[in-house]
C-alpha cells in the first residue's frame, strides 16, 4: 500500500514522499532509514494514487532530471585524481554537472555544515538511492570514497544491462504485434467495406462468416470513433500499467503462469537482489543491516521472504541456509553461497551469483523472443489470411452456381 509522509530533515525543513510499504509503521521505518523523522504518515486512496501520478509530479520532476549515474562517475573521476569531496562537489556545481544544481548546492551546504557525504544525501531521499548511501556510509570509516562509487557506478550499470536487454527482448514481438493489428484493421475497416458494396445484392446467400466480417467492417467504416475509443482506452490501459503499481503487480502475476517466463522474472528479480547485497557486502555493511537495506528494492512477497531470512539470520543460521530454506536461492546461487562462507568471501561469490543469473536471464529473454516472434508472426499471418479467404468465398460459391 502506498503512504503519503510528511518527513522532517536534519536542518528542520519538511519534505514530503510517497512510499510504499506494508503499513504505517513499516511506512515510518523506512524513512528513519534514510534519515528523517515522519511528521505525518497517511495511506493514499486510489483516487489520490491517480490524481498524484497525474498532478503531482511537479514536486519530484526535479529529482528525476538529476543523473545519478553521471554524478557518480564525474565524482569517481574527480575523487580517484586526488582531488576532496568538497572541491569535487564545487566543481561539478559550477560546471553544472548531472542536470541538478540545486541538489549540488544542498550537497555542498550540507558538507560545509560539517555532515558527512551520505548524510547530505539523505537530505535528497527522492535522489539519491539508499543503496548509495548505505555504501558511502560504510567507506566513510576509512574515508576512501573511490572504490564504494566504482562499485555502485558497476552496480547501476549491469542492473540497467539485465532491464536493457529484457525490454529489448519484448521490443521485437510489441511491433510485430503493432504492424499486424493496423494492417487487420485496415483489411476490416476499408477493405472489406469495399467488397459489401459488391455483395450488397446477394443477401443471405452469402456465407454466415462472410456476413459477420462485412457487418463488422461496414460498422467500423462507417463509426470510425468506435476505432479511435478503442485505441485510446488501449492507451490509456497500457500508461496505468506502466503507472500503477497495483496495475503493474496484476499483470506479472498473469505472467508468472507463464513456466518459462516466470523463470526468467525469478532469475531477473534473484540478480537484483544479489547485485545489491554484493554491492553493500563489499563496502563492509554486515549481513543482516544489508539485508535490510536490500529489502526496499524488492517486491513485496520477496521482502516478506527476505524479513524471514533476517529473522532465521538473528537467530544464528548461517546465510546460505536461510536464503535457503525461504527460497531466495537457487542450486548454483546455494552453492556459491557456501562456498562463499567458508573462503570468507561471501560478498564475492554473492557477486559471482548475480553474474550468473544476469547470464540466465539473458539466454532466457533471447530464447523467449526467438518463440514469441514466429508466433505471433504465424498467429498474425493466420488471422490475415482468414479475413483474405472470408472476403473472397463469395466469389467461390457464385463461380460454383455458374459452373
Not at 498524484?52 to 526535479?62: A, D, E
Not at 475509443?229 to 496505468?240: D, Q, R
Not at 528479480?269 to 535490510?292: K, N
Amino acid at each position: 500500500m502506498q503512504y503519503r509522509v510528511l518527513a522532517v530533515r536534519a536542518d528542520g525543513s519538511t519534505l514530503p514522499i510517497t512510499i510504499e510499504a506494508e503499513n504505517a509503521a513499516a511506512a515510518r521505518q523506512s524513512v528513519a532509514r534514510d534519515g528523517l523523522s515522519a511528521l505525518e504518515v497517511s495511506p493514499l486512496s486510489a483516487g489520490s494514487i491517480r490524481l498524484s501520478s497525474l498532478l503531482g509530479r511537479s514536486r519530484t520532476s526535479r529529482a528525476e532530471r538529476f543523473d545519478v549515474d553521471l554524478f557518480c562517475q564525474e565524482l569517481l573521476a574527480l575523487v580517484t585524481a586526488g582531488v576532496t569531496v568538497s572541491e569535487a562537489l564545487e566543481t561539478l556545481d559550477r560546471k553544472g554537472g548531472a542536470g541538478g544544481t540545486r541538489v549540488l548546492s544542498g550537497l555542498l551546504a550540507a558538507l560545509r555544515e560539517g555532515s558527512p557525504l551520505s548524510a547530505a544525501m539523505g537530505r535528497f531521499p527522492l535522489v539519491f538511492p539508499v543503496v548509495l548511501r548505505e555504501s558511502l556510509r560504510a567507506a566513510e570509516q576509512t574515508s576512501d570514497y573511490g572504490p564504494a562509487l566504482s562499485r555502485f557506478v558497476r552496480y547501476r550499470r549491469l542492473s540497467r544491462d539485465v532491464r536493457e536487454k529484457l525490454v529489448s527482448a519484448s521490443i521485437y514481438p510489441v511491433l510485430l504485434l503493432g504492424v499486424s493489428t493496423l494492417v487487420l484493421l485496415f483489411l476490416v475497416g476499408y477493405v472489406v467495406p469495399r467488397f459489401a458494396d459488391v455483395y450488397a445484392d446477394m443477401g443471405d446467400r452469402l456465407p454466415a462468416a462472410s456476413r459477420i466480417l462485412l457487418s463488422l467492417g461496414s460498422f467500423l467504416h462507417t463509426q470510425p470513433w468506435v476505432v479511435a475509443g478503442g485505441a485510446a482506452l488501449l492507451c490509456a490501459g497500457v500508461v496505468a500499467t506502466v503507472r500503477s503499481a497495483a496495475v503493474r503487480s496484476a499483470a506479472l502475476r498473469g505472467l508468472r503462469r507463464i513456466p518459462r517466463l516466470d523463470a526468467i522474472l525469478r532469475a531477473a528479480e534473484f540478480s537484483r537482489l544479489y547485485r545489491t547485497l554484493a554491492l553493500l557486502l563489499h563496502g563492509g555493511i554486515p549481513v543482516a543491516s544489508a539485508l535490510e537495506v536490500a529489502r526496499g528494492m524488492l517486491p513485496l512477497h520477496l521482502a516478506r521472504q527476505l524479513d524471514s531470512v533476517r529473522a532465521a539470520i538473528r537467530e544464528g543460521r548461517s546465510f546460505s541456509d536461510s536464503m535457503a530454506v525461504h527460497g531466495l536461492s537457487t542450486a548454483v546461487a546455494d552453492r556459491l553461497f557456501r562456498v562463499g562462507e567458508g573462503s570468507g568471501k561471501l560478498a564475492e561469490m554473492v557477486d559471482r551469483s548475480a553474474d550468473f543469473h544476469e547470464e540466465e536471464v539473458a539466454r532466457g529473454a533471447d530464447r523467449l523472443g526467438r518463440v514469441v516472434g514466429p508466433f505471433l508472426m504465424l498467429l498474425m499471418g493466420i488471422v490475415i489470411g482468414l479475413v483474405v479467404v472470408l472476403m473472397y468465398m463469395p466469389i467461390f460459391s457464385l463461380a460454383e452456381a455458374i459452373q
